[in-house]
């Protein structure tokens, strides 16, 4: 993975202020953490990474693809994973729910059936195929939501704070599923025990990127930041 962002700010229509400011930044590691207040601009940094936001100004490109140019071809080698899984789930059945993004895939019938059962399986939801989506508890909805993602096999997967509309349980059960994953992963949270494995931790605050290095150390410039 190589995702750079080269004098990357970015200013919502109407917006008074840059909510991302002047930031340089290459990523290739395997697991990121993004922490940070309430408004700090994680979300929006985070949206930047599949072209769901392009910069006001400067540039993001993802595997050397620009996403202002590319962003079709950069979302199919970046997922992105909501907070609230209902925004996300999109198909009335389970199944169906997961099959939806093999769609235009050239795949048969039955090779989607297969990728949808191993994919489900993998993810506790083995034999759920045809339950209805929103039925589902909020653990289940979250697996359903990364399912849906990793059946089309991202390079990279972002997640904005997955967990926290999560119990204790459902929470390591996405941490589980973090685990195992061969993606890279670019994940926000709150959540800062999540972290403590991740290779780079990165640290807004109003709007910058205030700290870049490990998970302990970016705790402690956060917690400080806090008091
Ligand atoms: P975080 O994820 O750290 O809470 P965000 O990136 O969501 O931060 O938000 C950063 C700032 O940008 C906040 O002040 C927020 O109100 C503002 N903001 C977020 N989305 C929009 C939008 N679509 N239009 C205008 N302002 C926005």
Redesign the pocket.
């Known amino acids: 993975m190589l995702i750079e962002f080269t004098g990357v700010s970015h200013v919502?229509?109407?917006?008074p202020r840059a909510?991302?400011q002047e930031l340089d930044l290459t990523l290739t590691e395997s697991r990121i953490g993004v922490i940070?207040?309430?408004?700090?601009?994680?979300?929006?940094?985070?949206?930047m990474l599949n072209g769901l936001i392009v910069p006001s100004s400067g540039t993001v490109s993802v595997n050397g693809l620009d996403t202002a140019r590319k962003g079709r071809e950069v979302r199919r080698q970046v997922g992105f994973c909501f907070t609230d899984p209902d925004s996300q789930i999109v198909m009335p059945t389970v199944a169906e729910d997961v099959a939806f993004g093999l769609r235009r895939r050239g795949l048969s019938k039955p090779e989607i059936a297969a990728k949808v059962a191993t994919t489900l399986a993998a993810h506790g939801l083995e034999g759920y195929g045809e339950h209805p989506a929103h039925l589902l508890s909020a653990g289940q909805k979250q697996m359903l939501a990364l399912s849906s993602i990793l059946v089309t096999d991202p390079a990279i997967l972002v997640m904005?704070?997955p967990t926290t509309l999560l119990d204790l349980r459902n929470t390591r059960r996405v941490v589980a599923a973090i685990e195992s994953m061969h993606q890279h992963v670019i994940l926000?949270t709150h959540h800062l025990d999540l972290l403590a494995d991740f290779d780079r931790v990165l640290v807004?605050d109003e709007?910058r990127l205030v700290f870049d290095g490990l998970p302990e150390k970016a705790v402690e410039h956060y917690l400080g930041l806090m008091e």
């Not at 940070?36 to 949206?47: D, E, M, Y």
Request: charged share 15%.
């Open positions: 919502y229509p109407g917006s909510v991302v940070g207040a309430n408004g700090s601009g994680k979300s929006t940094f985070a949206r904005d704070e926000v807004f709007s």
